[in-house]
């Protein structure tokens, strides 16, 4: 669907989700609660409509470029008129940080030491006084003035500098050429871009560090790449999912599931899909430079790894708060009349505190069918230990009458 690396993908798993959820209930909207980047809704495409929700941001967005019905038609004026903003912008910020761009190309030709000095000390809104205040600037900026998050935040980096002046370029002509509710296809492929070109370690949670000579060589090659290739690349490729009169039946929210339950579904949803985080691997540090590059809101950073203040915190991810989340979600979905999917695996981090995940939802509805799959999960690297993982992988179905 699109170059993002999602952790928890459950594609190898959608098509038995999806049989599971025809036998519990034959129309209506499914509403996928956690839906990542929506494999179960590709699964369903042009056939079941779908409701889709997820707390974070990026994969909200992602899933209106790709499960709604978009407007927006691109076509060689558009391109051509996209790239002379950007072009033009890129000018301008190039002009402006040309001193970092030296001395960045400097650090990265001297080789490895050279390299990670620059890297650990390179001035970023997390560390400096001066890029603070070019950042509180920038924030209340109008106009290409506004357009520099990339640059001030993760370059030297998670991208070279040359990369985040040209992302920054890039989002400034995107935001030119339509609104943002016109825009999500162009946003998304933006996006994907960035997350082609990330320099990081197999996840996003930090950036890769020049520790050994194939570490560097990664580094200088991957600091090399073109930003405007790869997102025409990538928007040749693109195509949303199904039918048009499929997508425009579907809807997509950005809600904590929890809150999303407690305040009422949609009437037309007729069945629940929840897919929650396994593992204590909160979302929001994994994907923290995509989100804030999509809100492009300026927040504090902190750390090394540059996060942004106020990152959402998932109770599924939190010992101290998953078996009451559990519980809210299974009262929540009860209290609709409507049934449940569920898959989770035997060893998720509820196991972890003593609670056995299909006990629990036979504690609470009326009736439970479990089907045991064999997967290898994938950890992204994120949790300790190996990046695949072996394990059983629940389908629940759980009904309230
Ligand atoms: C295991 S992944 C889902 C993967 C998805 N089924 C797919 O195939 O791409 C879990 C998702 O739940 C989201 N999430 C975590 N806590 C949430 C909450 N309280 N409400 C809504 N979404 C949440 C995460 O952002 C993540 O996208």
Not at 196 to 201: M, T
Not at 308 to 313: A, C, K, V
Request: proline share 4%; net charge positive; charged share 20%.
């Amino acid at each position: 669907m699109t170059s993002f690396r999602y952790m928890g993908t459950k594609k190898y798993l959608a098509l038995k989700v999806k049989r599971s959820i025809e036998l519990a209930s034959k129309s209506g909207h499914v509403a996928d609660l956690f839906s990542g980047m929506g494999a179960v809704a590709r699964e369903f495409s042009s056939s079941r409509p779908m409701y889709l929700n997820d707390a974070l941001t990026f994969p909200t967005i992602c899933s209106k470029a790709y499960f709604l019905d978009n407007s927006l038609k691109i076509d060689d004026q558009l391109l051509k008129k996209l790239y002379g903003l950007f072009r033009d912008h890129r000018t301008e910020l190039k002009n402006v940080f040309k001193r970092r761009i030296q001395r960045e190309r400097n650090a990265i030709e001297k080789g490895i030491n050279t390299l990670a000095e620059w890297m650990i000390h390179a001035p970023h809104v997390g560390n400096s006084v001066h890029y603070q205040k070019m950042k509180s600037a920038a924030k209340k900026a109008e106009g290409i003035y506004h357009y520099q998050l990339t640059t001030l935040y993760y370059s030297g980096s998670y991208f070279s500098t040359t990369q985040a002046i040209d992302l920054d370029a890039l989002r400034f002509a995107i935001d030119g050429v339509c609104k943002l509710e016109d825009n999500y296809p162009l946003i998304t492929i933006w996006l994907a871009t960035a997350s082609i070109l990330i320099n990081s370690p197999g996840h996003s949670a930090q950036y890769l560090k020049p520790n050994s000579p194939s570490s560097y060589s990664k580094i200088k090659n991957g600091f090399s790449r073109d930003v405007w290739a790869t997102f025409i690349g990538l928007l040749d490729d693109y195509s949303p999912c199904g039918n048009s009169s499929w997508r425009r039946k579907n809807m997509v929210s950005k809600n904590d599931a929890l809150l999303l339950l407690e305040k009422g579904l949609p009437e037309e949803v007729s069945i629940v899909y929840a897919d929650p985080p396994y593992t204590n691997d909160q979302y929001s540090r994994y994907y923290h430079v995509f989100e804030t590059l999509l809100l492009y809101n300026f927040p504090d950073s902190t750390g090394c790894g540059r996060y942004p203040e106020g990152r959402f915190s998932s109770p599924f991810c939190l010992k101290t708060k998953i078996v009451n989340a559990f519980e809210q979600l299974f009262c929540g979905v009860f209290d609709h009349s409507i049934p449940l999917v569920l898959s989770y695996p035997s060893d998720g981090l509820l196991s972890k505190v003593g609670v056995d995940v299909v006990e629990f939802a036979n504690d609470m509805f009326a009736k439970v069918e479990v089907i045991e799959n064999q997967i290898s999960h994938s950890t992204m690297g994120a949790s300790k230990g190996s990046q695949k993982k072996s394990a059983v992988e629940y389908i629940l179905t759980c009904h309230p009458a």
